[in-house]
């Protein structure tokens, strides 16, 4: 007896199934899916998009009859399915439709292209059509699929995690630690942790692997493309062949043109690996609040499955919990801290010259004519650099920074340790000169061998 | 009633090696699903012709023999342009050689359509599109299927 747990691959969407429905009057209608959903050992959903004949035809007979294929071995299923009900509210509708729109928003078609409702199907029968492949040849022995991990290796790793993350002392501690532990335990190569930034509308990169330089700052607007998606909605999105779905996106943005539809919006581009076949990305959710959103890619299809999904989900909630809690106690500790030391020796005098520039449009500072940063930690690095060349002070607080109305910080949770991770990093790399470097909790030192020259403008 | 017109560039499109997906149903209206490997048009007549697998086609093969009520998708996987058309079969005969050499141009470009996807040719390799049965079927009617607004509509019909 095949159960529909075991076409997992099947449902992936790389080979499209197709959907077979009858009308009343005994006319079929055969037609591809976009995307079939697992309910349970019984039941599968699928998403309508558009009122079509297949909507109509089960409304009216609610047979249908649906072939499957496994991308891997490319066995066919044929499945024989019972119209139930359709649903257009609640985590299963919620699930299918944020999957879809992150999908349009990737392609420019928000709006366009949504998930009308998640059709529910009970399953009558699974058959595996036979004779239809020939026997494996030497030359696809090797294309077989690996053995998955087993229960008792995710185990391990999921406890290896949890002990990794227990021990790091600091959020930079605990991002590094995170992706080192994915990395290590289970093979995550390219991994990426965003989190809101001040005014909550966008998503910065603090931490990530397998991307070079340029996965720390990359940002991404609430809402946007996949990561976005997933920080809107607070649902996870597993896909599994990338182009393959992106194409689809885009077949139907052809066809709203042709409708009357205006051109669509430009495509958004994914943060990431350019040639990405399969991304997952899960929100961290701390008591309904987003913490931030961790994503995940592969150069091969397939690579995420339901399991990998589950398992992040349960890492990513005990992350969320560390990252409240690391905030909470920053702020508490910071409290009691005692700040104020005078910079010993002042800036050098007669190094190389750093020319900084402060644009106050956009609170952007540039360093040599080079964008460094901006926002609250470009703020941030002009109120230190100021501090430093007016008063020859080098030495700074958490809580000074928290207190100083001009920065605008909100009065809790205001993700500042966060904001300072990706100073410290943008200028490690983009102005290595000048270093941020923590003390005790809730303090840090400015340091640095050059001359600053300090300049302030309107806009560029 | 308009009339189901196969333009040069429509037949060129059917016979391109795009996917093929047979429709059918049974007494009780319980419908199944085929693939199909190849498909000859005659424009003139408005007749067409559709291969299938002898493999996991049986009940797509009970079911036009007993009623004959057809259903074709074409679909292209590199930008999803979908056409469907309906009618009603006029005979179903085992494939001969000439039909297997359609079939085997048809599943050597429906291969090559696939690369993109990134599914192993070798893997394509093993499907066995031989025996096969050749379904020769009366076209009625014909929808415009690519996914999107308008999905569904009748682009001619036919009596």
Not at chain 1, 219 to 246: C, F, K, M, P, Y
Not at chain 2, 78 to 102: A, F, M, P
Request: one cysteine or more.
């Amino acid at each position: 007896m095949i159960a529909l747990a075991d076409l997992q691959r099947c449902f992936a969407g790389v080979i499209p199934s197709i959907i077979t429905t009858c009308s009343r009057s005994g006319v079929p209608n055969v037609t591809y899916l976009s995307q079939i959903f697992r309910v349970d050992e019984r039941r599968i959903a699928l998403s309508c998009q558009f009122f079509n004949k297949t909507k109509q035809n089960v409304a009216e007979n609610p047979f249908a009859n649906v072939e499957l294929i496994d991308p891997l071995t490319f066995q066919t299923y044929d499945l024989d399915l019972r119209y139930a009900h359709s649903e257009i509210s609640g985590p299963l509708f919620e699930k299918m439709a944020t999957r879809i729109q992150a999908i349009a928003s990737h392609t420019g078609m928000l709006g366009v292209f949504k998930l009308l409702s998640a059709d529910v199907y009970e399953v009558l029968a699974i058959r595996e059509v036979e004779g239809l492949l020939g026997p494996p040849t030497a030359d696809n022995e090797a294309d077989s699929e690996e053995a998955p991990m087993s229960l008792r290796t995710e185990l391990r790793a999921l406890s290896v995690v949890t002990e990794r993350l227990r021990h790091a002392t600091d959020l930079d501690g605990l991002l590094s630690t995170l992706l080192d532990a994915l990395r290590d335990e289970l093979s995550f190569e390219h991994a990426m942790l965003l989190l809101p930034d001040e005014t909550g509308k966008r998503l910065v990169s603090l931490a990530s692997r397998g991307y070079g330089e340029t996965g720390i700052g990359a940002e991404v607007l609430v809402g946007d493309g996949l990561i976005g998606t997933v920080a809107l909605t607070q649902q996870t999105i597993r896909i599994s062949n990338v182009s393959a779905s992106l194409d689809y996106g885009r077949a139907i943005g052809r066809k709203a043109q042709d409708h009357g539809a205006g051109a669509p919006a430009a495509e958004i581009p994914l943060p990431g690996l350019p040639d990405a076949q399969s991304q997952l990305a899960i929100p961290l959710l701390a008591h309904g609040r987003l913490a931030g959103v961790l994503a995940v890619e592969s150069k091969s299809q397939l690579a995420f499955e339901e399991w990998h999904e589950t398992f992040l989900d349960v890492i990513g909630h005990q992350l969320a919990i560390a990252l409240e809690n690391m905030m909470l106690r920053a702020e508490a500790e910071e409290a009691q801290a005692v700040t104020q030391t005078a910079l010993p020796t002042g800036p050098a005098k007669e190094a190389r010259v750093l020319r900084l520039c402060f644009y106050r449009n956009d609170d952007c500072v540039f360093v040599d004519d080079e964008y460094l940063i901006r926002n609250l930690p470009g703020r941030i690095l002009w109120k230190i650099l100021r501090s430093f060349v007016d008063s020859s002070r080098a030495e700074f607080s958490n809580r000074e920074l928290r207190l100083d109305p001009t920065l605008g910080l909100p009065p809790v949770k205001d993700n500042l340790e966060s904001r300072l991770i990706l100073l410290r990093k943008r200028l490690e790399q983009k102005c290595p000169e000048l270093r941020l470097v923590p003390k005790c909790r809730g303090q840090f030192r400015l340091e640095t061998s050059c001359t600053l020259e300090l300049t302030e403008k309107d806009s560029a | 009633m308009t009339t189901l017109v196969l333009t040069a560039e429509l037949v060129e499109y059917m016979e391109s090696g795009v996917s093929l997906l047979v429709g059918s149903r049974d007494a009780s209206l319980r419908p199944a699903s085929a693939r199909a490997f190849g498909v000859e048009i005659n424009a003139p007549d408005r007749t067409a012709t559709v291969f299938v697998a002898a493999a996991g086609s049986e009940t797509t093969l009970r079911n036009l023999r007993d009623n004959g009520q057809l259903a074709l998708t074409f679909s292209r996987p590199i930008d999803h342009r979908s056409l469907q058309v309906k009618g009603r079969v006029l005979s179903i005969t085992e494939t001969d050689e000439r039909q297997h050499r359609i079939q085997d141009r048809y599943f050597s470009r429906w291969s090559e359509g696939l690369i993109f996807t990134g599914l192993p040719q070798a893997l394509l390799r093993r499907v066995r599109y031989y025996p096969s049965y050749a379904l020769q079927f009366q076209l009625e009617s014909m929808f415009d299927q690519t996914p999107g607004p308008g999905a569904g509509r009748t682009t001619s019909e036919t009596r």
